[in-house]
């Protein structure tokens, strides 16, 4: 290209991406290529925060639709933000979110960052199986609130029919609650998000061994941790060999070897009552769940092709409110609360 056209192709380009004007930073931005390459970066150096941002865009989508609205910290009506419900434990990725936006500036929406944070790191924790694409455009909201994300995010201790009613209040089928219930192939829970399940009075079904394993897991981490309220990874495939020795856990069909990865491995430890949370086993009282759960440990390829689906579903739920939108200069704070 001449040189004397560069340009106006540039600007034309930037027009195409919507890229900021009169922002802080450079008029011409690579929007999904800086996501890309930041949660990439973040990951490699915390393999933890892929998981927080494949869990972050559900809890924000979720909540009035994907608006940005579970980073807030304040609002002009309070404090008390999504962050600060009790469905929102362990929640996190907020430092990278701003630390993207920071490079992105003000013409890129906060809500936008969190969905394609969340599609890139399931792209990188699938090697590249679980890839989709998602259009930008969305605004980030003004309210945020504890009491809503506590009303509308689904519970580890739901039985099935509250999770299928759950998600059918989004529009969401019972197959693609099997199908995005595969995210806890991924990541950590806190004991007491699974602490029903290792109590004789309130336990459903969960493979003795690795109960027992578990109990004395949990024990270990109290003490390595700190904390009366450990982690544990979600996902058996990720403990130990010696845990898994103890748990009877039957790696048949899995790749052990691909610790931390996004796949189909949730549905053979599932199938096997070897999963954290109640909500994750109830789905097998249901035959059409059940089944579903069997395809997709049958099926890897038709797994990452189902949850890339749902996610793109999933990153297009519109914000529901009526409230005013905009576009946050920081992604912690509404424009209103917000001072240089
Ligand atoms: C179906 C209903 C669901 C329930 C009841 C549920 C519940 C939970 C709970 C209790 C935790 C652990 C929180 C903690 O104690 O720290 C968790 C973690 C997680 N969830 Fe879900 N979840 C559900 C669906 C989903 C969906 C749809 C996704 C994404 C598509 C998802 C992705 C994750 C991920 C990636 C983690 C690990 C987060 C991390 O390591 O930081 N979950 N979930
Ligand atoms: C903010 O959200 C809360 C909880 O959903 C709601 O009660 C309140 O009316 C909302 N405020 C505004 C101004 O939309
Ligand atoms: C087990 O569950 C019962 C009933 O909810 C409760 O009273 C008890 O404290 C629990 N025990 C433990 C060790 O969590
Ligand atoms: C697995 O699923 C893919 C995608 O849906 C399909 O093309 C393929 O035939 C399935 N493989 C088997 C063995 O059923």
Redesign the pocket.
């Known amino acids: 290209m001449a040189k004397v056209n560069a340009g106006a192709a540039l600007l034309s380009l930037c027009l195409l991406l919507a890229c900021s004007a009169g922002g802080t930073k450079a008029a011409y931005v690579d929007v999904e290529g800086t996501v890309r390459t930041e949660v990439e970066k973040a990951i490699k150096s915390n393999p933890?925060i892929g998981?927080?941002l494949?869990?972050l865009?559900?809890h924000d989508c979720?909540v009035n639709g994907c608006d940005g609205s579970v980073l807030l910290d304040k609002t002009p009506y309070g404090t008390n933000t999504e962050k600060k419900a009790i469905?929102n434990?362990?929640?996190?990725?907020f430092n990278l979110i701003d630390t993207i936006k920071y490079k992105l500036g003000d013409g890129v929406s906060c809500a936008d960052i969190v969905v394609f944070a969340?599609r890139d790191a399931a792209r990188y924790l699938s090697n590249g199986k679980i890839a989709y694409s998602v259009p930008s455009g969305r605004k980030d909201g003004i309210n945020s609130s504890a009491a809503a994300a506590d009303a509308v995010?689904?519970?580890?201790?739901?039985e099935f029919q509250q999770?299928v009613d759950?998600?059918d209040k989004k529009k969401f089928t019972p197959r693609e609650?099997v199908i995005?219930?595969?995210?806890?192939s991924?990541?950590?829970?806190?004991?007491?998000?699974?602490q029903d399940r290792l109590n004789k009075s309130t336990a459903t079904p969960i493979d003795d061994n690795y109960k027992q394993a578990l109990v004395a897991d949990v024990e270990a981490q109290k003490k390595s941790q700190n904390t009366p309220d450990p982690?544990e990874k979600?996902n058996i495939r990720d403990m130990s060999s010696s845990f898994q020795t103890t748990a009877g856990y039957d790696p048949t069909g899995v790749n052990t070897a691909a610790k931390g990865a996004l796949d189909n491995s949730y549905y053979h430890a599932n199938l096997q009552n070897r999963v954290?949370?109640k909500?994750?086993w109830v789905m097998r009282t249901d035959t059409d769940a059940g089944n579903a759960m069997a395809e997709y440990m049958d099926n890897a390829t038709k797994w990452n092709n189902d949850?890339a689906a749902?996610?793109v579903k999933?990153s297009k739920l519109p914000a529901e409110s009526s409230t005013r939108y905009e576009i946050r200069k920081n992604c912690r704070v509404t424009n209103q609360n917000y001072y240089y």
Not at 89 to 93: M, R, V, Y
Not at 180 to 184: M, P
């Open positions: 933890g998981a927080a494949v869990r865009v559900f979720w469905n434990i362990g929640l996190d990725g969340a995010l689904p519970q580890s201790t739901f999770l759950n998600f609650l995005l219930s595969g995210a806890h991924i990541g950590v829970s806190h004991l007491s998000s699974f982690i979600n954290l949370f909500s994750d949850f749902a996610m999933l």
